[in-house]
């Protein structure tokens, strides 16, 4: 089966002189796959996202192959764009439609001067999709799919009249609306307090469940991770150091850093008194990342986690 995105030895650097954050990365998503991305605040992960999507500032230098697939109405169409040769009219096609992407902050992805309901509505109308029933009623039912209440009122509000875990949903609705393959969720539930983020994450488990669609999702809380994907991927200072499937890497983490994350995130609280221990407790620092060996990404032959769509016994 053709992947909806083939990642092959990403390089990207910044700057003059020239300072490279990712260091030849490769990794692919099949469609209906979940894949993660985990790692700490640096260590290039909102870096792979926009360059997946095209969307790296133009100082960014990028070598290396992003693929992506030109699905159609009817599904695949075995055709792949080159994202690193593509022009914006090409990816402009694509984004927001086939492919989408959430950002942690909704205050700044939403335009504070137009109502939320128009702005997902204008999404509906970019692509040119035909809406039975008209698009307003395709709004309210997309901000009924991600559990806003009061969706008529919702619609006609401004986002600041809106809560934190209002906005974000609004956005989930926005990146959803045009039914893509692939959705990348860049830490959509940092901002969020537990509550509202626990929302967050049935809404989107629930959309990929149902549509079987495909996310590549980023976040630094292996407890978040664990609850939405099937395959994650570590990342450190630009580097893929681990990647496999979610209960693997959870059962029997092989990298330090890896295991320094799954140690962490199964503590309880501690007594009073006492220091909670931190990653760095179990990663030595002063290993040199380049050199350690990065794991080739290949998982299509893995099972899927039973349950899902595809998913295996
Ligand atoms: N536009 C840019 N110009 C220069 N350097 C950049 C730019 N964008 C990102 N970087 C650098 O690339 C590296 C990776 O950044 P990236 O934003 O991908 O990290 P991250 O893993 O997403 O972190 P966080 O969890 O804090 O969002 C960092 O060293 C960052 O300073």
Known sequence: MTPLLQVSDLRVSFGRPRREVLHGISFSIAPGQRVGLIGESGSGKSVTALAVLGLLSETAAVTGSIRLAVPDGDGPTGRQLEVTTATEKQLAALRGDAYSMIFQEPMTALDPTMKVGRQVGELL???????????????????????????????????????????????????????????????????????????????????????????????????????????????????????GPIREVLADPWHPYTKGLVATSRLELARPGERLPTVADHFDRSIPVQGLREVPVSWEHRARVPGRPGGGA
């Open 125 to 243: 109308g970019l692509h040119g999709h035909r809406i039975p029933g008209g698009s307003r009623s395709r709004v309210l039912e997309m901000l009924r799919e991600v559990d806003l209440p009061e969706v008529g009122r919702i619609a006609d509000s401004y986002p600041h009249q809106l809560s934190g875990g209002q906005r974000q949903r609004v956005l989930i609705a926005m990146a959803l609306v045009n039914d893509p393959v692939l959705t990348i969720c860049d830490e959509p539930t940092t901002a969020l307090d537990v509550t509202a983020q626990a929302k967050v994450l049935q809404v989107l488990d629930r959309h990929f469940t149902q549509r079987s669609a495909a996310t590549l999702f980023i976040t630094h809380d292996l407890a978040v991770l664990a609850g939405v994907v099937d395959v994650a991927m570590v990342m450190l200072e630009g580097h893929v150091v681990e990647a």
